[in-house]
């Protein structure tokens, strides 16, 4: 790689490390209204909303086409974040 191609690669490398310091700090936010979310279910069972999930990421995709986001990339996000938000309801569900 030539060097100028070596110095625009870690500037894109650069900005990438920012958004993604941007990324964390709303991650921190949504977690912490997941756990709102959290402590108003009485039971287990309602930690997965399948009705809620499709309504998601049925907007997801409309907004990704009307942003010119390939759906797929926003769509595999979603459903892994979503994912991972139910493992962290279901491991921090204290009631009965």
Known sequence: ??????????????????LDNSLIKIIKKRTSLVKKVLALKERKNQIVDQK?????L?????????????????NKIWKNMILAY??????NFKKK
Do not use: G
């Open 1 to 18: 790689m030539s060097p100028l191609k070596k110095q625009k690669l870690n500037k894109i490398r650069y900005e990438l490390d920012k």
């Open 52 to 56: 809620r999930i499709s309504i998601i």
């Open 58 to 74: 049925k907007n997801i995709k409309r907004k990704s086409i009307k942003n010119k986001i390939d759906p797929k990339i926003t």
């Open 86 to 91: 139910i493992d962290f309801e279901k491991r």
